[in-house]
Every structure is written in C-alpha cells, then in structure tokens.
T-cell receptor, first 112, second 112 residues
Framework: SAVISQKPSRDICQRGTSLTIQCQVD?????MFWYRQQPGQSLTLIAT?????????ESGFVIDKFPISRPNLTFSTLTVSNMSPEDSSIYLC?????????FGQGTRLTVV | GEDVEQSLFLSVREGDSSVINCTYT??????LYWYKQEPGAGLQLLTY?????DMKQDQRLTVLLNKKDKHLSLRIADTQTGDSAIYFC????????????FGRGTSLIVHP
C-alpha cells in the first residue's frame, strides 16, 4: 500500500487569493491524481498529475485555474487560483499502485 | 444518469449486518472498489473485486458482484459503531490506468 500525506489539512482563504496544496507519497506510485469533493457530493476527478509534464485535465477543469506540478514520482502540488466561495470544497490527492488507488486525508478549503 | 449509483443513507442497529448496494453502468469495468470515509478524513480503500469474480470475503466484509445486473454490494457483518462512515462504491473503466469513478456515497449510521 501507499501512505499519502497532504498539507495543509484545512485552510480558510480570502477570495481572489491562491492556495497551493502539497501531496507526498511514501513510495513510488505509477500515477497521481487530484480530486474535488464538494459538500455532500461524490469525488470528481480534476486531473492526472504527470511527472515532468503538463497535467491531463478533465472536462470542466483548466490549467489556469488549477495548475498542477509533479516534479518527481512521489510529490505533487495543486494550486487553486483566484479563489471564489464556489471553490470551497475538500481537495484530495490520490496515488495508484497497480490496481489500487490510495488517498490522502484531504484539504478542507473554505473561501470567504 | 450517473455512472455509479448508491443509496444515500443506511441505518442499522449495532450487531446487525449492513448491506450497502451500488449499481454501475459500464460493462467494461475491470475493478470495483469500496472505500470508507470517516468524518474529516480521507478515503480508505476497504476492498476491491475483479470483474471476473462474483464474491470476495475479507474478515467482516463480503463483496458480491452481479455482473449481469451491474450490481455490487458490500456486506458488513456484526456492524459496530466504529463502522459509521460514508461508504463509496467506485469502478475503474480506463484500461491500464485504473482511475476510479465514484458514486455519491452511502452514509452508514450505526445506532445502539
């Protein structure tokens, strides 16, 4: 299995600012992903973080709003840019190893 | 409709069995997963089943898969108050990537 650490675990941010969330995996995973979980909703895939190249974004998500980095196999960052209250959500990092996907504890973001 | 559907709530008495149901739409699903999310925490992979299996048992957990009806269930025997959480069903449909697609989650409430 893989242990995934995210930070910060929660934050309250002013609208118009940006927040960068970090994700560290304790072992090399084949793929890393970022999800959003809005209150009472399921997890929605934002993008696949690709090592050393631009992330692959899902429909409805764009790089300008959610820039992602993955400089090596075990680390990735997600930035939520120019935040608005609609960005208030839980953001989860995930890493997959073979057929299993593991998750961090999430970052609870509140935008005021 | 959604790709993965679950009922939103289930209430059981401590010591009884819980059965959480899930239906999915894509017949090419290769792996089907059950995740547990406790309040304020990330997702914990409980178990998963390969699509060529119809049952998998792991201690108190039993997963049943009816591929013809695209129906997956999770049975928790001797349910305890510590089992109270949200349970997510997920399928992976992207060959080679195993990126899970999640249902909205079933909130399991265990009462004395």
């Amino acid at each position: 299995s893989a242990v995934i650490s995210q930070k910060p675990s929660r934050d309250i941010c002013q609208r118009g600012t940006s927040l960068t969330i970090q994700c560290q995996v304790d072992s090399q995973v084949t793929m890393m992903f970022w999800y959003r979980q809005q209150p009472g909703q399921s997890l929605t895939l934002i993008a696949t973080a690709n090592q050393g190249s631009e992330a692959t974004y899902e429909s409805g998500f764009v790089i300008d709003k959610f820039p992602i980095s993955r400089p090596n196999l075990t680390f990735s960052t997600l930035t939520v840019s120019n935040m608005s209250p609609e960005d208030s959500s839980i953001y989860l990092c995930s890493g997959s190893l073979n057929t299993e996907a593991f998750f961090g504890q999430g970052t609870r973001l509140t935008v005021v | 409709g959604e790709d993965v559907e679950q009922s939103l709530f289930l209430s059981v008495r401590e010591g009884d069995s819980s059965v959480i149901n899930c239906t999915y739409t894509d017949s090419s699903s290769t792996y089907l997963y059950w995740y547990k999310q406790e309040p304020g925490a990330g997702l914990q992979l409980l178990t998963y089943i390969f699509s060529n299996m119809d049952m998998k048992q792991d201690q108190r957990l039993t997963v049943l898969l009816n591929k013809k009806d695209k129906h997956l269930s999770l049975r928790i025997a001797d349910t305890q108050t510590g089992d109270s959480a949200i349970y997510f069903c997920a399928e992976s449909i992207r060959g080679g990537s195993y990126i899970p697609t999640f249902g909205r989650g079933t909130s399991l409430i265990v009462h004395p």
